[in-house]
């Protein structure tokens, strides 16, 4: 097993769940408005100064799944460079 987090702008939210459904990817964890800076996009901090938030879904999946979870960050990822998204895969030694 493993978990992956996906962090993403808020914008491209629906986009983000599309491509997970699609692939029938339809369960995680959603922390709603975190804040944070990046390296290939503008600061998203909620202020006046840097606006904009991002989301982050924690999804635990079998190994042989996410590929294609990281499958759809890639194509997120090239299709909308300015308003970010990373995925960090972690492992998951136990569930209780």
């Known amino acids: 097993m493993k978990q ?22 339809q369960t995680f964890t959603k922390f709603p408005n975190i804040y944070g800076v990046g390296t290939h996009s503008e600061p998203h901090m909620g202020s006046h100064i840097w606006p904009g938030q991002n989301h982050m879904l924690l999804i635990v999946a079998p190994d042989d799944t996410v590929p294609t979870i990281l499958d759809c960050v890639r194509k997120l990822k090239k299709k909308k460079q300015r308003e970010g998204i990373k995925a960090f895969v972690l492992p998951v030694e136990e569930i209780i």
């Not at 992956?4 to 990817?25: F, G, M, P, W």
Request: hydrophobic content about 55%.
């Open 4 to 25: 992956v987090q996906i962090v993403y702008n808020a914008a491209i939210e629906l986009e983000v769940l599309d491509c997970l459904k699609s692939h029938a990817i």
